[in-house]
């Protein structure tokens, strides 16, 4: 993405606390009173920007794997013009690597003049598989000004800093999502200040933050924090192959038990104490180890998948979407050579058993072009993310209002780089609506511009009134092609519930 952080920019974003002027801090809308103290950000004649806002104390030293601790308040203004740094993380997919740990911060935009009553909250959880990402990377001011909502995008802690869990220690494998109701919290506190309603919050996110959206319905602590939620290509049934069953497929959430078994020996260490004492860059060697937030735990009772089927989710209007093709984007990811037809079946019957590998072969056959991969992602998205986002629609429909839709535009110019050719393209790959709804830099058509346009409007009335503005059950959403879209029969998923 062209507007990617640095390395070094990421960096750079350090407290500061300045004085600004008494006239402009009086009349132009450039300083805030948090709760923690006064900010100052950057004003324009559309917007303001706001940055790099603690809502959590450090989770360093004694802190680190803890649920997250009240911030401190701070004397003066607070320089609030650079935005939140990233968490610790490697590089992956383009994106830069870091080594910040003190990194729970979120960033708010609004639009420029003063509403003439308290605006629609829109709060931003980022994906990035639970192990990558940063709020900062999206760019939300087309998103607040042409709905004249608030946008915030938070911070979570990811990978080993967020989901690592040891015997005996509180909150294990529920850091991250403890730390995304901290900043909810934050957002009940101050929304006000920056001319937002906090009872008419709306929480959104994609792929790992679309699935932390599900943890916050499934989660008891999460009541009263947000009135609306948007789940985008992150439904709480998301699954994959398991690594060690031939035929199961495994959901994202793992039982606390499992993940406190799991960080007994890390890094080599008899206890917690040489744990907090290792550094980042040494934890960051098994930072992928621990990508799955923990149930049973306080933040977190049950698995939201079991949540989510008996009903036991907070009960709000939700949108719950998807792309067409989601696999695309890590098809060639698992599979980075081509595949050739002959093995397919045995694929099959590796990925799905022997006893069901043939029926999935009659309902994808090959389709002649010498390389099965392409096949590989039609399957995997209609079993692992299309029909389960269908799911989740069906399940929380019964307690609540329920949008669905389905990014379809198959020519958004793929913005990961260092991606090989894939058989077909890429079409509408995982995380390919995002450049539609903020500002990446990613060129769009004249078409995709008016696509844009319309999904910003539909997301931004959803956050008003939990209608987006459709009455399809499903609002397939592609450039000179809005409409109904027949999902089910799409994504064959009456043949995925059968088998």
């Known amino acids: ?182 900043a909810l919290r934050w957002v009940q506190r101050n929304a006000r200040a920056f001319g937002g309603n906090p009872r008419n919050v709306t929480v959104f996110g994609e792929s790992a933050g679309g699935l932390s959206v599900c943890a916050q319905l499934a989660s008891p602590r999460a009541a009263g924090l947000f009135a609306k939620a948007i789940i985008q290509s992150g439904a709480c049934g998301v699954d ?50 621990f990508s799955a937030p923990a149930f049973d735990t306080a933040v977190l009772p049950i698995d939201p998948v079991v949540a989510q089927r008996t009903g036991r989710m907070h009960h709000v209007p939700t949108m719950v979407g998807s792309t067409h093709d989601e696999m695309t984007l890590f098809t060639p990811l698992v599979w980075p050579q081509p595949v050739p037809e002959a093995g397919y079946r045995a694929l099959l019957g590796q990925v799905f058993g022997e006893q069901k590998a043939d029926r999935v072969l009659a309902r994808y056959p090959v389709n002649g072009n010498g390389d099965a991969r392409d096949e590989l992602a039609r399957i995997l998205t209609d079993k692992s993310w299309s029909c389960t986002s269908r799911t989740a629609r069906k399940e929380l429909g019964r307690y609540a209002h329920v949008s669905g839709y389905e990014f379809a535009d198959r020519n958004v110019p793929v913005f990961f780089p260092g991606l090989p050719p894939f058989p077909g393209g ?38 008003r009134t939990g209608d987006p503005g459709w009455r399809a059950d499903v609002q397939s959403l592609a450039a000179g092609a809005v409409g109904p879209a027949d999902f089910a029969k799409d994504h064959k998923c009456e043949f995925w519930g059968q088998l």
């Open 1 to 182: 993405m062209s507007r990617m952080l640095t390395v070094a920019a990421a960096a750079a974003m350090a407290l500061a606390v300045v004085q600004v002027p008494a006239a402009a801090a009086a009349g132009d809308g450039r300083v805030v009173h948090t709760d923690k103290g006064a900010v100052s950000g950057t004003v324009t004649s559309t917007y303001r920007t706001f940055g790099n806002i603690p809502f959590a104390a450090p989770p360093v030293g004694a802190n680190r794997w803890r649920d997250p601790q009240p911030a401190a308040a701070w004397q003066g203004v607070r320089d609030a013009t650079t935005l939140a740094p990233f968490c610790a993380q490697n590089g992956d997919l383009g994106q830069p690597s870091s080594q910040t740990e003190d990194c729970l911060h979120l960033n708010v935009v609004t639009p420029a003049k003063n509403p003439g009553k308290p605006r629609p909250v829109m709060v931003w959880i980022h994906g990035g598989s639970f192990t990558g990402g940063s709020g900062s990377l999206y760019d939300a001011r087309s998103l607040a000004t042409k709905n004249d909502v608030v946008v915030v995008t938070i911070n979570y802690r990811l990978g080993v800093f967020g989901y690592f869990g040891y015997p005996g220690l509180p909150g294990s494998g529920a850091f991250g999502i403890a730390d995304q109701q901290a």
């Open 240 to 289: 994959s192959p398991s690594a060690t069953a031939p035929g199961e497929f495994e959901h994202v959430w793992k039982p606390r038990a499992e993940v406190e078994k799991q960080g007994v020996g890390t890094l080599g260490c008899a206890d917690l104490a040489c744990l907090r004492a290792q550094p980042v860059s040494a934890l960051l060697t098994v930072h992928g180890q």
């Open 426 to 463: 890429y079409g509408a790959f995982h995380a390919s609506e995002l450049p539609l709804l903020f500002d990446f830099g990613v060129p769009l058509t004249p078409g995709q511009r008016e696509l844009s346009d319309y999904m910003i409007a539909a997301w931004g009335r959803f956050a």
